[in-house]
């Protein structure tokens, strides 16, 4: 089973062989868990609830008390229950962090305009439930036309932060209402990261580099329970979807909401979920009980927890806020590879440089490091010293997989970084490419697609113009799946085989996966210009002859080459 839940009847005085193989299996999952797991003592390996009496239950929690102690965890209890045979418990194992550092888990926060996604953030965050007419949403728009219009336009970022307990540990600025974030982490063993995206078709192309360029491990679909499924609703499942995200549901507005509209939107959310383009088994959660359950199982993508709640009067905010620090990180990373870092955005810091931020996809990167930068738009990468480096705000000392961070860089300038290059080990030896074949699914098109149709290409942080140059097929409709050749109109990118992509323009929308890098920067592109060659004529030049007596020399013309973007400059492998 692909869930990070350790499921054990006893741990009743276990001899040595014994705890060995329970501590071996409790550390393996873990580390499956990225840090954390629930177990539950008391149920059979077939499932199903058996139970234990008190003496059994009180020598088992002492046999685990102790493997987490070996194992430098903490055991944090969920729940208690009687079943008919005795007591059956779920405790959350998760293990300690330095004050410099905590588990990390990023949450996209989806859904059509006016759902309630900046609301329910604010609300979340800043421990203050909202007025009805938007007060908790302001502490989160980042522009004075958000603020006006009251809609996101930006890719927006806030944190929760929980301590060893699971409790939340955000305490907004008793003046300016605004959270300090180094505190947050500081006091947090476990911090969740809110990638706030825009639910309006004009700004659809935000919400798909925040989708695919922060690399979410869950997203939260919003729902208004007034509204209903409509808008984008559909549009950022089928998304989340596209890049096997895995999808929780929030209702919203259920205080303002009538019984019956409440219920219609639910079974249409349901009949949604449960339809053969997404395959979820929708559960409503009402409970501590069903958190766990669902949070248990949720790694496998299946399962689709569905929230009711409502930002006024804080109902079902509690069991949000258990659910949100019960999930773990769905990717486990190793230090020993070699680093990677994608950029997804850039800024220049007075007193302090070119500052970069974004998310280590592999490997450990240390202060002071040397990294390659790139490609820059002739394919080369330059090597760059680490100046320092910041995990939400807070100075650290080195990152790992699956973390996002800042970076100070030396000796560079701004204008010459750009969304979607990388930082990557110079053991990596990185090459960037102009061509790449992919496996794509047109997800929506008006009418076909042939070769020489351009679109734009979402491929992690990278976002850019492409061109079809060949297909296995004579055209595309929607529906169809195919191996396309693509080429970059702009610069060469640094590509992975199996990363997904999304490829859209206008109404037109599809998914796929890289299957073949075709050609490095050594051969130059086809549409780059050849060097220009410039007529200079030089006027009528007064020539002495030797015996000093003055002729006239003819109109000389010479040929001199200027030299173009792509003459002086190679890039060697």
């Not at 079902?316 to 994608?342: C, G, H, I, V």
């Not at 979402?458 to 409709?477: E, P, V």
């Not at 173009?564 to 190679?570: E, S």
Request: charged share 25%.
């Amino acid at each position: 089973d692909c869930t990070p839940t350790v499921i054990a009847l006893a741990l009743v005085s276990p001899n040595g062989e014994q705890y060995d193989s329970l501590l071996r299996q409790l550390r393996d999952r873990m580390e499956e868990g990225c840090g954390e797991t629930i177990y539950v003592i008391g149920m059979g390996s077939d499932g199903g609830d058996w139970g234990l009496d008190d003496k059994d239950m009180e020598a088992s929690v002492a046999t685990l008390r102790s493997m987490c102690e070996q194992l430098d965890a903490d055991l944090i209890p969920l729940r208690e229950r009687n079943e008919a045979a005795g007591l059956v418990r779920d405790y959350l194992i998760r293990r300690c962090v330095g004050e410099l550092d905590f588990l990390e888990v990023r949450v996209a926060v989806v859904g059509n305009v006016d759902a309630g996604k900046s609301t329910l953030l604010g609300v979340l965050t800043h421990g203050e439930l909202d007025n009805g007419r938007g007060f908790a949403r302001q502490k989160l728009f980042r522009h004075k036309h958000e603020m006006e219009s009251g809609r996101t336009s930006s890719v927006g970022n806030d944190i929760l932060g929980f301590d060893q307990e699971g409790q939340v540990v955000n305490k907004p600025d008793s003046h300016g209402g605004s959270l300090d974030w180094t505190k947050i982490c500081e006091k947090s063993s476990k911090v969740i990261t809110f990638i706030d995206l825009a639910g309006h078709e004009k700004y659809l192309k935000t919400t798909v580099f925040g989708m695919t360029g922060h690399l979410p491990d869950f997203c939260m679909l919003m729902v208004g329970s007034n509204a209903g499924i409509v808008g984008m609703t559909k549009e950022h499942l089928g998304l989340a979807l596209a890049l096997n995200v895995p999808v929780f549901v929030v209702v919203t507005k259920i205080d303002m909401c009538p019984a019956n509209i409440l219920q219609e939107t639910l079974k249409l959310l349901q009949r949604l979920l449960k339809s053969p383009g997404c395959r979820k088994i929708p559960v409503l959660v009402q409970n501590k009980d069903d958190v766990i359950v669902t949070a248990s199982n949720f790694s496998s993508e299946r399962m689709c927890p569905i929230f009711q709640i409502s930002n006024v009067t804080g109902e079902n905010m509690d069991l949000l806020k258990m659910f949100l620090n019960l999930l773990s990180s769905r990717t486990s990373y190793r230090d020993d590879q070699p680093a990677e870092f994608q950029i997804d955005d850039t800024y220049s810091v007075p007193g302090v440089g070119t500052v970069v931020s974004g998310t280590t996809l592999r490997g450990l990167i240390r202060l002071n490091d040397t990294m390659l930068l790139g490609p820059d738009p002739l394919g080369g990468f330059i090597p760059i010293a680490v100046k320092s480096i910041h995990r939400k705000r807070m100075p650290v000392k080195e990152v790992r997989g699956g973390q996002t961070a800042s970076f100070a860089l030396k000796k560079i300038k701004r204008s010459s970084i750009r969304k979607g290059m990388v930082m990557v080990s110079p053991r990596l030896n990185p090459q960037a490419t102009w061509e790449f074949e992919a496996e794509i699914l047109v997800l929506h098109h008006p009418t076909t697609i042939s070769p020489r149709y351009q679109a734009m290409v979402h491929c992690g942080s990278i976002r850019q113009t492409a061109t079809i140059l060949s297909m296995n097929r004579d055209c595309l409709r929607t529906g169809d799946k195919a191996s396309v050749h693509f080429r970059f109109i702009k610069t060469p990118e640094y590509l992975h085989c199996d990363q997904r992509l999304v490829f859209r323009e206008g109404r037109t929308k599809a998914v796929g996966t890289i299957t073949k890098l075709l050609q490095s920067t050594n051969n130059l592109p086809s549409n780059s210009k050849p060097p220009q060659i410039k007529m200079q004529s030089t006027k009528k030049v007064p020539l002495r002859k030797e015996d000093g007596t003055i002729a006239t020399g003819e109109d000389v013309a010479t040929i001199t080459p200027t030299t173009g973007p792509n003459t002086t400059q190679q890039v060697s492998e």
